[in-house]
């Protein structure tokens, strides 16, 4: 039998460092920015329409009443979710010529994740296209497989020269001495 020693009173575990990060490398949920929070909105609710083949009004209904949706950015959230599954057509074309594989054998999450990066770098010109990857790369960390942000990664990064073109060659541009 073990010995129980009483705690004293107002004892607490150890603070967690407050670096804004988890132990698997994903960004704390309060570090987060109302954008951030909203593409995890319009991931959740663009796998129930690729696995589900849901209705993308009810698919809208249900994710605004999931907790914490009151902190994301509703704009952002409604153009990535229709405008993903209205373009869905539009955006395989764009990302199809960079797999190495068929899009059916694409996880839905990393699917999900490559339209929403896709159809940011076409519609959202107002997000740096670096940003557009890492934010897509942070969701494939978070909700993908092992190595899912990896080819992610690939596939936009390959993507970002042909929709961002003036933009990209300026910032890589600038990384060369």
């Known amino acids: ?13 150890p603070r967690q460092s407050r670096t804004g990060v988890t132990s698997t490398g994903a960004r704390k949920a309060g570090s987060k920015s109302e954008r951030s929070r909203a593409r995890e909105f319009a991931l959740q609710a663009l796998y129930q ?3 589900g083949k849901n209705d993308v009004s009810d698919i ?4 605004r009443d999931l907790a914490g949706f009151s902190k994301s950015d509703s704009v ?3 153009a990535l979710l229709h405008g993903c599954t209205e373009e869905a057509a539009a955006l395989d074309a764009l990302l199809v010529p960079l797999l190495d594989r068929k899009l059916a ?6 699917h999900a994740v490559m339209w929403i990066g896709a159809y940011e770098l076409q519609h959202c010109l107002d997000v740096p296209w670096r940003v557009v990857l890492n ?9 993908g497989g092992t190595d899912g942000h990896k080819y992610v990664n690939a596939v936009l990064n390959g993507l970002a020269p042909s929709l961002r073109a003036a933009e990209v060659s300026a910032d890589r541009g600038k990384s060369r001495p």
């Open 1 to 13: 039998m073990t010995d129980l020693k009483p705690k004293p009173m107002g004892s607490r575990p």
């Open 49 to 51: 329409t690729l696995v």
């Open 60 to 63: 809208d209904l249900f994710t």
């Open 76 to 78: 952002h959230f409604d």
């Open 105 to 110: 054998e694409i996880s839905p999450v990393e």
């Open 135 to 143: 934010e897509c790369v942070e969701l494939a960390k978070e909700f």
